[in-house]
């Protein structure tokens, strides 16, 4: 018996398809706003903790429903991790981070930061914490069921503030724009924009640009522990091609990268490539394309 | 009243050398404080101040966690005490094992409401222990912490969600793991170094802890992760103008 924890993103497609390939159809356990619980409820089993507040306060009812299952799976984001991870302590069941296939008793995953992938043979409960960007669950039949948490953990919302930054579905995008350090202001990126538009491509960072400088938005930074994203075009801008970041966009089509620096690792993973100033390149190809 | 920061002591995978096997050879990879775990250290050590509260770190590992450059490194950075679990068996121990052993330890200094980690390890990368310790310890869990205010027991957590941030409150002892960018640590400096040598530390022996090593997962096999091949296809025209026009025309034709 295996269950998928969800609490705001339906797109657990990739989890499902790990829970079957280890041979089981999987139920969920949700624990976030109804109306994700009930669309899911269209191709799966669906409990849905029936309480108000954060996830953060629903573990002990998590914990309680998923006390029997022999396989916990989750999506990699946030809130779901977290649960997973308290499941499986409270357990004292292993658990298994970058989940990226499985068949039969084993399970494929990366581990040191996306460098070493490992297979691993599982006999015993386990959970599982399942890498790759969003992926719809296929139609089937499902059924909802609400449940009472006999027990919450006193965590409240307080306050909420949204972003001023746009949303970007970043996992939808044909064409994506990454930069990186090489950009210098963020007055600079306006000339990425320009380029953007051109190519009808979304943009996107690496993490020093989201986290370090705050130039762009958390949910825009591509890699081992952010986005991973597979568009018919990356092109990386003055992104020197760590494995952290590479992991996160190797699966696109053709990858480009513009960068000063010959010896960038980012040159040895493209396709095409130019060694040159990203400050002089990218205006000359936003005008190039325009020329077309 | 004691505020808690687990750190780790970790080097960085892109220093090590990986062979096609996927053996780490971690010779020439040097050993630090985990990347994000300094801004952990020193979100615990102002949030201490605050409460007028004792710091005290927790590291679990092998036995260099309890070394005295590791002592060092951490003390330096504002700990008033290190908590030290080393042993042999602890070398890359999961995250569920990891969480068990510094919720043990947690429960062994007594009175602690407030246990802060940082965003994720530099070596393995999965932002789970922090969920792990809560799971062990029966606490709720607040990750992606940007800021916490009150004392422990009573919190109030600036947290950044997928649309914007939002705050919580937090009654009763919890774990809070903070982002990457919650502060900005402060480099000791030679008076932080020479007094870290004066700081205490103890060191709890595993087996007095009674945690369960927990079992059923065999590596069967690993590899080094190849990167998908390339065409690599390199644009030297030494004009601007040109190099971009040639990109552009690579793009026309294939993409």
């Given at each position: 018996m295996s269950v998928i924890l969800v609490v705001d993103n339906a797109g657990i497609g990739n989890v499902v398809e790990i829970a079957q390939a280890l041979g089981s159809q999987p139920t969920v356990i949700a624990a976030g706003p109804k109306q994700i619980a009930e669309e899911l409820s269209g191709s799966l089993a669906v409990t849905w903790?029936?309480?108000?507040?954060?996830?953060e306060a629903l573990a002990p009812a998590v914990i309680a429903l998923a006390a029997d299952a022999d396989v916990v799976l989750a999506a990699d984001r946030s809130a779901e991790r977290a649960l997973l991870g308290q499941v499986a302590a409270a357990r004292s069941i292993p658990v298994l981070p970058a989940v990226t296939g499985a068949a039969g008793n084993t399970v494929s995953r990366t581990t040191l930061n996306g460098l070493v992938a490992v297979t691993e043979a599982v006999s015993g409960p386990v959970a599982l914490l399942v890498s790759g960007a969003p992926k719809p669950v296929p139609a089937g039949s499902g059924s909802f069921q609400e449940a009472t948490p006999a027990a919450t953990y006193q965590v409240a919302v307080v306050s909420e503030s949204a972003s001023q930054q746009a949303q970007v579905d970043l996992a939808g995008a044909s064409r994506v724009i990454g930069v990186g350090?090489?950009?210098?202001?963020?007055?600079?990126?306006a000339m990425i924009e320009e380029l953007a538009a051109k190519l009808g491509a979304a943009i996107a960072c690496s993490r020093p640009i989201a986290e370090g400088v705050g130039w762009l938005p958390r949910d825009r930074y591509l890699g081992v522990s952010g986005q991973v994203i597979a568009p018919a075009l990356y092109l990386a801008v003055g992104?020197?091609?760590?494995v952290q970041h590479m992991v996160g966009v190797r699966g696109s089509k053709a990858v480009v990268a513009i960068n000063s620096d010959p010896n960038a690792p980012i040159f040895n993973e493209c396709d095409a490539g130019v060694v040159a100033d990203l400050y002089q390149i990218v205006p000359a190809l936003t005008a190039a394309l325009g020329a077309s | 009243m004691s505020v808690v920061v687990a750190y780790k002591w970790a080097a960085s995978p892109n220093d090590a050398s990986i062979a096609p096997d996927g053996?780490?050879?971690?010779?020439?990879a040097k050993a630090a404080i985990s990347e994000y775990d300094p801004v952990a250290i020193q979100v615990a050590r102002d949030f201490a101040d605050a409460a007028q509260a004792e710091l005290i770190g927790i590291s679990i590992g092998a036995p260099d966690v309890a070394g005295s450059l590791a002592k060092k490194a951490a003390l330096s950075r504002g700990l008033d005490k290190a908590v030290l679990v080393a042993d042999e068996s602890l070398a890359g121990a999961g995250a569920t094992l990891t969480g068990k052993v510094i919720a043990a330890a947690v429960n062994q200094i007594g009175g602690v409401e407030l246990v802060i980690t940082g965003d994720?390890?530099?070596?393995?990368?999965?932002?789970?222990v922090s969920a792990t310790i809560a799971g062990a310890l029966g606490w709720p869990v607040i990750p992606d912490a940007l800021a916490v205010a009150g004392k422990p027991g009573e919190l109030e957590v600036t947290q950044v969600t997928a649309s914007g941030t939002r705050t919580l409150r937090v009654t009763g002892p919890a774990v809070v793991a903070v982002t990457a960018d919650a502060a900005q640590p402060k480099i000791p400096g030679m008076k932080e170094i020479l007094g870290a040598g004066k700081k205490p530390s103890e060191e709890l022996p595993l087996a007095g802890l009674g945690v369960v090593v927990p079992t059923g997962v065999d590596t069967q096999a690993s590899s080094r992760v190849e990167p998908p091949p390339r065409a690599?296809?390199?644009?030297?025209?030494?004009?601007p103008t040109e190099a971009a026009a040639e990109l552009a025309a690579w793009l026309r034709a294939n993409v």
């Open positions: 903790i029936a309480a108000d507040g954060p996830a350090r090489g950009i210098k202001a963020e007055a600079d990126l992104i020197s091609g760590q | 053996s780490a050879d971690w010779s020439r994720s390890s530099v070596d393995i990368g999965a932002h789970l690599k296809q390199l644009i030297t025209a030494g004009d």
